[in-house]
């Protein structure tokens, strides 16, 4: 599916669903700005808009068409017998977590950035594009006034949707914590497991994807106006943040799992310990009943209450005992 807006340099909108044949014609026009969307392309779609219409390159069409496992941008600049202007490309990484399966679902975005156009792919309806698409046409704040400007906007809202994401990981670690203090036994481990290796995921798109960002914010492509620098470097900004509590993430399923460890390894002692008294208390008991149950005569078998003496002495030997172990307090 094709999507294409016309927006003036006032950051009006001019039209929309604009015919293939014409927008040659709106392109060549300085006071517009271009913006084509293809959501879950056909071959023939963007074969149509990226080669015919734009003449982009074909290493970026094709990085462009191919998923792309991390973030990257490449500038581009035409020879003499190039048919295209300069233009950046893109790929960026938006995220979704379900704890339902407990996993991150990506969505890539590929932007080609160009003086007076846009053009943005995506295999699936993204909600960040949707939203930016809303904004624009509605034209309540001017947002479409330049490429760089939208471009900017559909990264801001980008990483504002890694925060749901995030908080929606936050209340699974929450939980981990709390069964691991319920304990909940050995089949947490697989759980604690797989959501320290979707936060391992997680650092995985946000460390490539933050340095992409790290070049707009240093001001690097002269596609990007110099007073849009700071905008870009605010996004840059929340990403490194984002980054960072991935990373307090990680550190809190680490402390989970050692935690769990710690308990198993409390229980086991406990229950070390608790044989080991009742083996001790029972010494007396055993001794006693050792050395009596022998197989000769002694003075008090001979004797008419030596069964009492050695019931008596099993029972006060073990109440000594029992009574020394409570005063050490080990029982």
């Known amino acids: 599916m094709i999507r294409s807006f016309a927006f003036t340099t006032q950051g009006r909108l001019h039209s929309q669903d604009i015919p293939h044949f014409l927008m040659p014609t709106l392109l060549s026009d300085t006071n517009l700005f271009l913006w084509v969307d293809l959501e879950a392309a056909t071959a023939a779609e963007a074969h149509m808009v990226l080669d015919e219409l734009f003449h982009f390159h074909p290493l970026s069409v094709e990085d462009c068409v191919a998923e792309s496992p991390s973030p990257k941008v490449e500038e581009y600049f035409p020879k003499e017998e190039d048919r295209y ?74 990483v504002d949707n890694y925060k749901p994401a995030l908080e929606e990981l936050a209340y699974e670690i929450a939980e981990l914590e709390q069964r691991v203090l319920e304990n909940h036994g050995r089949e947490i481990i697989p759980q604690i497991m797989q959501v320290k290796k979707e936060v391992l995921h997680l650092r995985q798109i946000i460390g490539p994807q933050r340095e992409v960002l790290a070049r707009f914010a240093r001001g690097e492509f002269k596609l990007v106006r110099a007073h849009l620098v700071p905008y870009y470097r605010d996004v840059y900004d929340a990403l490194f943040t984002i980054g960072e ?19 198993s390894s409390h229980q086991t002692g406990e229950v070390i310990k608790l044989l080991t008294l009742i083996t001790v208390i029972t010494t007396p008991l055993t001794l006693v009943g050792t050395w009596y149950g022998m197989n000769f005569k002694t003075p008090e078998t001979e004797s008419r209450y030596g069964y009492l003496w050695a019931i008596l002495l099993t029972v006060v030997t073990t109440a000594l005992t029992f009574r020394y172990f409570r005063r050490k307090g080990w029982l």
């Open 245 to 263: 509590r991935a990373q307090s993430y990680a550190d809190s399923l680490t402390n989970v799992l050692q935690v769990y460890v710690n308990m």
């Open 85 to 158: 202007s300069p233009y950046l490309f893109m790929v960026i990484h938006a995220v979704d977590y379900s704890r339902t399966d407990g996993v991150f679902a990506t969505t890539e975005l590929n932007f080609f950035l160009g003086k007076n156009y846009l053009v943005t792919y995506h295999n699936t309806p993204m909600k960040s594009v949707a939203m930016v698409e809303e904004r624009c046409r509605k034209s309540t704040v001017h947002v479409a006034r330049a490429p760089d400007r939208v471009a900017h906007t559909l990264l801001d809202a980008i």
